[in-house]
């Protein structure tokens, strides 16, 4: 499944969410993460991303679709890191 994830948390847990989240999802701005990821994979995240969370002040959004096809993104600006790099 192809999914979007935004998270708001607190100033002392931000650093450990980024890690956390570009372990299974591409960064591509502040507090926002995109990809391609499986169900139990999904499952692990969010596990541990609510480890490390404060749920009374923080949260963490998940936007899901069968795949990116059924997404259509329009970037305006620069975008901050692209998916098309070739190695």
């Known amino acids: 499944m192809?999914?979007?994830l935004v998270y708001?948390?607190?100033?002392?847990r931000v650093g450990k969410m980024l890690k956390?989240?570009?372990k299974y999802l591409n960064w591509?701005?502040?507090s926002v993460f995109e990809?391609?990821?499986?169900?139990?994979k999904l499952e692990e995240l969010?596990?541990?991303a609510r480890a490390l969370m404060d749920t009374e002040s923080d949260s963490l959004i998940f936007f899901k679709s069968r795949d990116n096809?059924?997404?259509?993104?329009?970037?305006v600006g620069k975008e901050r890191n692209s998916l098309d790099n070739i190695l």
């Open 2 to 4: 192809y999914v979007i």
């Open 8 to 12: 708001d948390i607190g100033e002392k």
């Open 20 to 22: 956390l989240c570009r």
């Open 28 to 30: 591509i701005q502040n």
């Open 35 to 40: 990809g391609e990821i499986s169900e139990v």
């Open 46 to 48: 969010r596990l541990k």
């Open 69 to 75: 096809n059924w997404l259509y993104k329009e970037i």
